[in-house]
């Protein structure tokens, strides 16, 4: 069972655009949830996380936004640049206390920005 | 820098090897973790440990063997009982109390062959 989804693959956009990456749950015990990139060959590394207490948490050209009735959550990048272009991993836990054990990640998502 | 270190970053393994992926940290973090990704997945644990001498099952242990003798220090060896090795393997540590911010290394990626 899936807890944790990312049901579009890849997505591609132009250089500047906006890119908007989604992200949905079922497990509504959850109320942390962080964003993590990654580039092939290489480990994933943090970008930005939010708690369920809030709905948006922003940091420079990203943007993450939660919408707990409709478990769901998305990761604006603005504007976009060639060098987003990675994998880009949702992930969800329920409590930023405690353990990364309890951290349960979606498949992943390409993103590729075109110059 | 601080930062963790995997090595080797490839591996071949013939099967029915035994092999070991090392993981060094110098972040003095006391979590350190093993997660497994494969094409099209998302990330699974494999084992955790929050101290030293201490180490947990995640959700895919089996086949897999750690121990945690220094903080600094957390290997990973792949059995031969692992029914389906091949993946690319990534280290991980954390301060404990701060779920969800893991510091990864760059990944072993092991092929059986």
């Known amino acids: 069972d899936q807890q944790v989804k990312q049901n579009s693959p890849s997505l591609s956009v132009q250089e500047g655009r906006i890119s908007i990456l989604n992200c949905d749950y079922t497990?509504?015990?959850?109320?942390?949830f962080l964003w993590y990139k990654k580039y092939p060959a290489e480990g994933p590394t943090f970008l930005i996380s939010?708690?369920?207490?809030?709905d948006k948490n922003e940091d420079g050209r990203f943007t993450v936004f939660l919408n707990k009735s409709a478990k769901h959550l998305s990761l604006h990048i603005v504007p976009s640049q060639p060098g987003d272009s990675a994998v880009y991993f949702c992930?969800?836990?329920?409590?930023?206390?405690?353990?990364?054990?309890?951290?349960?990640f979606g498949k992943g998502m390409k993103l590729t920005v075109n110059p | 820098d601080g930062g963790i270190t995997q090595s080797p970053k490839y591996l071949f393994r013939k099967e029915g090897q035994n092999v070991t992926l090392s993981c060094e940290q110098n972040?003095?973090?006391?979590?350190m973790y093993w997660y497994r990704q494969d094409p099209g997945q998302g990330l699974r644990l494999i084992y955790y440990?929050?101290?030293?001498?201490?180490?947990q099952k995640g959700d895919i242990a089996e086949g897999y063997s750690v121990s945690r003798e220094k903080k600094e220090s957390f290997p990973l060896t792949v059995t031969s009982a692992q029914k389906n090795p091949t993946a690319f393997y990534l280290c991980?540590?954390?301060?404990?109390?701060?779920?969800?911010?893991?510091?990864f290394g760059e990944g072993s990626r092991l092929t059986v062959l």
């Open positions: 497990n509504s015990m959850f109320d942390y």
């Open positions: 440990s929050q101290i030293v001498n201490d180490f």
């Open positions: 939010i708690s369920s207490i809030k």
């Open positions: 991980a540590s954390s301060i404990y109390l701060r779920a969800g911010e893991l510091f």
């Open positions: 972040l003095n973090h006391d979590a």
């Open positions: 992930a969800a836990s329920r409590a930023p206390q405690g353990g990364s054990e309890k951290l349960v």
